[in-house]
């Protein structure tokens, strides 16, 4: 493909360099030729390829390392199938700690995940959702950072009554074969409704820092909620994940 002038040459790279990482030209975690080498190749100034290197970032197809080395992001974006992903069977296959557990093995990545459980107060608008005392400790808070094969993909913080949780499974950092929604289920709270609210908005400064991700970046933020068949809100979880890291998809019957 030959740059021209007729659009933006930086644009034009960057069309060419992505076709080429979609092709397998510079492998997942691979490198890429450096900006001295790519502006012989293309013809253009350094500022260009810079510009186009700057596009590819914040789609995040490649991350700008120092010194002066631009490397392919390690993952292609990972299926988030909500509908799938909380039946207790596809939580539990294989022994899994739960749905990501599960969907990671799926595609031969393994999953590490650092966790911090305690007792606390639930933010505003989570406490209104579980109904407790957003000034009182009302709630057991589960602090999920997660990796798939040592890449950085999401944040999770779940807030589960206190008045349910307490002195259970889900207090231990290991909560059990099908994670928190199946302990719910053992403890007879068993989830018969799941509802999302999705935003899309920069990440803060502590979260670009953990998912590896600039301010030019985007992470969908979930608000995800379990009801039982009491109307009753026992679990809310807040998801925060790089959007180029992640494809939701949504399946369900209609009337």
């Known amino acids: 493909m030959t740059i021209t002038p007729a659009r933006g040459q930086y644009r034009q790279v960057a069309d060419i360099i992505r076709a080429e990482i979609e092709r397998g ?39 700008i390392e120092r010194p002066r ?17 909380h039946s207790r069977a596809h939580r539990e296959r294989g022994g899994s700690r739960g749905a990501l557990a599960t969907e990671l093995a799926e595609l031969g990545y393994e999953l590490t995940s650092e966790n911090t459980v ?3 107060r639930a933010p505003g608008r989570v406490a209104e959702i579980l109904g407790v005392d957003p000034d009182a400790v009302s709630v057991v808070i589960r602090d999920r950072r997660m990796r798939a094969n040592g890449v950085p993909i999401q944040i999770v913080t779940s807030y589960i009554p206190l008045d349910i949780a307490a002195g259970t499974p889900i207090e231990q950092e290991d909560p059990g074969v099908g994670g928190i929604s199946s302990r719910l289920a053992d403890l007879g ?27 030019d970046q985007r992470v969908y933020e979930i608000t995800h909620i379990g009801w039982t068949a009491e109307n009753r809100a026992v679990k809310v979880s807040l998801y925060v994940m790089p959007t180029h890291q992640w494809d939701l998809r949504y399946r369900y019957p209609i009337d």
């Open 25 to 63: 030209t510079y492998p997942r975690g691979g490198t890429l030729p450096t900006e001295h080498d790519l502006a012989q190749r293309f013809g253009v100034s350094r500022q260009t390829i810079n510009r186009a290197l700057a596009i590819l970032q914040a789609e995040g197809l490649v991350r």
């Open 69 to 85: 080395r631009t490397r392919v992001h390690e993952l292609p974006p990972i299926l988030r199938d909500a509908a799938r992903r």
């Open 118 to 120: 305690s007792r606390g």
């Open 189 to 215: 709270h068993a989830q018969v409704e799941i509802e999302e609210r999705i935003r899309v908005r920069p990440p803060t400064s502590d979260e670009a820092r953990f998912l590896r991700m600039t301010e």
